[in-house]
């Protein structure tokens, strides 16, 4: 797996398709995200931004072989091993951007509440911001890994199906995204940290029966 997991990142950084979702996600943070702003707030919006961005990352790593050269690694390693591969990078280079960005806007950021008197913990915040981020990358990976090949095969149907499942995980009441989003945002106003363990629980499940869906069909449909 490790030799599949060096494979995978290679040919990403090398195809330069993983640029696209860097800059949306570095435009989301600008445009969202401000130095001085409420700590917790924008820690909400840091993670947030994240789960397209995963679902994106998904989406490019489990079509950037020509089927050609796709057929000869799920030959040589199986398929289901080969497109855990594809997933599990995705999901890390979603992970690393969405830390390096949480660390970034900790640091840029007020520790106040949104009345910006009451003082806000900045390691329990910071904390709260990472696991919030790392539930929206394991939602955003479940979005891509439904969205994308061996699921959908139909470009036309995929990438619109990505971008309303995404939307539909941040405000739907009851997604996992939208819950650790949301108690970042509602515990700003009260200076108050909530610690995000059930929805990255959940995540994390709704991620891993979504990949081991996919990589169960790899072997019945052809690139």
């Known amino acids: 797996m490790s030799a599949l997991l060096r494979y995978q990142t290679a040919l990403l950084l090398r195809s330069q398709r993983w640029l696209p979702p860097f800059l949306l996600y570095a435009v989301f943070l600008g445009i969202g995200v401000q130095g001085g702003q ?3 707030d924008s ?15 998904v989406r490019i790593c489990v079509t950037n072989e020509p089927p050609a050269a796709r057929t000869v690694v799920a030959a040589a390693a199986g398929p289901a091993r080969a497109h855990l591969a594809c997933v599990l990078v995705a999901l890390t280079t979603a ?3 969405g830390v390096t960005a949480t660390v970034l806007v900790t640091l840029i950021s007020d520790p106040v ?18 696991l919030a981020v790392l539930t929206c990358a394991l939602l955003g990976t479940a979005v891509g890994v439904l969205t994308a090949w061996p699921v ?4 036309g149907r995929a990438v619109p199906a ?10 739907v009441t009851g997604s996992p995204a939208h819950a650790a989003v949301r108690g970042l945002v509602d ?26 869906l996919a990589c169960a069909l790899t072997s019945r449909r052809s690139p």
């Open 38 to 40: 409420p700590l917790l």
């Open 43 to 57: 820690l909400g919006y840091t993670a947030a931004f994240l789960l397209p961005v995963a679902a994106w990352l």
């Open 95 to 97: 992970v690393v951007l």
């Open 113 to 130: 509440g949104s009345d910006h008197d009451k003082r806000v913990p900045v390691v329990e915040a910071a904390g709260a911001g990472l």
């Open 152 to 155: 959908l095969r139909s470009p």
């Open 162 to 171: 990505l971008l309303l499942a995404a939307l539909l995980a941040l405000v």
């Open 187 to 212: 515990g700003s106003h009260t200076a108050t940290v909530h610690v995000p363990i059930v929805p990255v629980a959940a995540a994390a499940l709704l991620s891993a029966a979504a990949t081991a």
